[in-house]
């Protein structure tokens, strides 16, 4: 009995007791992490009748950080994405952060904030978390359905409105041929867009070239439109141009140069290599100022200096050297242009090797038959600007004796002629960074009349003006993360350096003999750098992302929408100690 009554009082107890929770495992069970994101792009140093937009934000920000600051921790993102931003922070750390937060180059999307705030606080997986927002809302970076992106947490819309503004901006440009040679003429193609509500009449747009202006031009945009334009202008000199293109907009001034560099050429160099005797009809079409043409019988001329031409013929080699093979394999790796013209004998072990080094298909079995070329590859880029249009009773040429290729595959192969048969009698292959032209026939009368054919000044000419090395005359903050350099043999430590402001040691590395350089996020600043490594260098020029020209934004109207209808976000339109408190109250419950 006495028993009984014993497990009868213990139950009592234990069916009105509470478990005891300390006060320390209470803060942890309520603590937070509050995700902040400052919009520090270039838009945010507008001002409204109460400031600059960053400005603004930055007191938001300090807002946000004070109603939690007695419960939770933090994680701070900006545009920057900084290293040392890029964990759980304490008030104190946060606070500085914000502190430091000032206008940067670099853009986000909407897309890459949540990324990277998801990616922080992963490890912090059973803690709740909230996201804060602050940014004027650029419809560019915050494009549709952008609060659709992740609903696991709320995500809190702190909208810093602007005036209307308008902009002009230089979008982008880009150099119609990729063959610079002094004194040729260059044709420079462009895009303006004219973002606001007038149509703009007789906007000035300039060219300079190594610090002087060498072209103008005036263009008219509807409002709202962008429009493309040219202008022209010759090479004066030979090396690296350093040149820019630009426009007067006092509003919004970032987008209103476009830096670019490309290389001038004294001339095309081009070198045939022959048998026994030169061809007049390849030394004829050469003549042109725009090449410097150097013909040699086999053996006669010093290898080592291969890599200095933009185009080497074979003509009528019976036997190819290992040494030959080996050295137009590595000019060919490294951009070169290589024509090969069969002799009507040939040795077969030494043009197998040949194809197998340069990873083009072998010649086989001769064949001497009455053919013609049936089919013409306009689209290739050797018959680039050849053609408006080809008839079906365009002239093709004639063929009376050619080698067949064995069939093996080859991913890089065009077409440039086929016979009536179906078999090559021009293709292209890519071997490293060059490209390789193969003749199925001799350039010879008895083989075939391609060398008094219309067509083989046209693509000769191309073949010698090709520059398959051709590298971009821009990259765009923020969006190029990577440079890789083309014919760079120095192994030494590489730097870029910016007209002696800037000098930083990138992270490089060297892949299949080329080498990238890494550029993070350390180039802030638009305009001319410079990579060396004391033994080499090369100008390299970048521009802002344009990404930042559209100055669209969401309208206050178009978020209190998005916020009725979805549980997950919150907006919020109260500035200072009244955000304060009111974010307080919603902490608490």
Not at 237 to 242: A, C, K, P
Not at 371 to 399: R, S, Y
Not at 410 to 437: A, D, Q, V
Request: hydrophobic letters at 35%; a negative charge; proline letters at 2%.
């Amino acid at each position: 009995l006495l028993l009984t009554r014993l497990l009868l009082i213990s139950a009592i107890i234990l069916a009105f007791s509470e478990p005891y929770i300390s006060n320390n495992e209470k803060a942890v069970e309520n603590k937070k992490i509050i995700g902040i994101y400052i919009d520090n792009s270039f838009s945010m140093n507008a001002e409204n009748e109460k400031g600059r937009l960053i400005d603004q934000a930055k007191n938001h920000a300090r807002n946000v950080l004070n109603a939690h600051k007695e419960s939770d921790e933090f994680i701070f993102l900006s545009n920057e994405l900084q290293g040392k931003h890029q964990r759980i922070l304490d008030y104190k750390n946060c606070l500085e952060a914000i502190d430091q937060t000032s206008i940067e180059a670099q853009v986000l999307d909407f897309n890459t904030v949540i990324n990277r705030w998801n990616t922080l606080k992963q490890n912090e997986s059973n803690t709740k978390s909230e996201l804060f927002i602050i940014s004027d809302f650029q419809k560019t970076s915050f494009k549709e359905e952008f609060y659709l992106k992740d609903k696991r947490f709320t995500t809190h819309l702190i909208p810093i409105s602007t005036y209307p503004q308008a902009n002009i901006a230089i979008d982008t440009c880009y150099l119609e041929s990729p063959n610079h040679i002094l004194g040729g003429q260059e044709w420079l193609n462009f895009d303006i867009s004219n973002i606001s509500n007038k149509d703009l009449e007789n906007l000035t747009v300039k060219l300079f070239i190594n610090g002087k202006q060498k072209a103008l031009s005036t263009v008219s945009i509807k409002a709202h439109e962008k429009t493309t334009s040219k202008l022209s202008f010759n090479n004066h000199s030979i090396g690296t141009q350093e040149a820019y293109i630009e426009i007067k907009d006092p509003v919004i001034p970032f987008d209103n140069k476009l830096y670019f560099n490309f290389n001038v050429k004294a001339s095309n160099k081009v070198l045939c290599i022959y048998e026994e005797n030169e061809n007049k009809s390849l030394f004829a079409l050469f003549q042109d100022n725009i090449f410097d043409y150097q013909s040699y019988k086999v053996g006669m001329f010093d290898l080592t200096k291969l890599n200095q031409q933009n185009l080497i013929i074979l003509d009528g080699i019976t036997h190819p050297t290992s040494g030959l093979i080996n050295e137009l394999k590595l000019y060919t790796d490294n951009g070169g242009n290589l024509l090969i013209i069969p002799s009507n004998k040939i040795d077969r072990e030494a043009y197998k090797n040949l194809a197998l080094k340069l990873k083009i298909p072998e010649y086989s079995e001769y064949h001497s038959r009455n053919l013609k070329v049936a089919k013409l590859n306009t689209n290739h880029l050797i018959f680039k600007d050849v053609f408006e249009k080809q008839t079906k009773d365009t002239d093709l040429p004639d063929v009376k004796q050619y080698y067949s290729l064995k069939n093996t595959h080859f991913n890089s192969e065009e077409l440039i002629m086929s016979l009536n048969t179906n078999e090559p009698f021009i293709s292209s292959y890519i071997n490293g960074l060059g490209s390789i032209y193969l003749l199925c026939s001799p350039l010879k009368k008895k083989a075939s009349n391609l060398e008094k054919h219309a067509l083989f000044v046209p693509l000769l000419h191309n073949m010698g003006i090709q520059n398959v090395s051709e590298e971009n005359i821009y990259y765009t903050l923020g969006k190029t993360k990577t440079i890789e350099l083309q014919n760079q043999s120095s192994i030494k430590q590489w730097r870029i350096q910016k007209e002696g402001t800037v000098d930083l040691l990138p992270e490089v590395k060297t892949i299949d003999q080329k080498i990238y350089i890494n550029l993070q996020e350390l180039i802030q600043e638009d305009g001319f750098y410079t990579l060396t490594n004391k033994d080499e260098s090369k100008i390299v020029s970048f521009n802002y992302n344009r990404l930042e020209s559209n100055l669209t934004t969401w309208e206050t109207e178009e978020l209190e929408k998005i916020n009725s209808q979805y549980a997950h976000i919150k907006l919020w339109k109260k500035e200072g100690i009244q955000l304060e408190n009111s974010l307080k109250e919603n902490r608490t419950g």
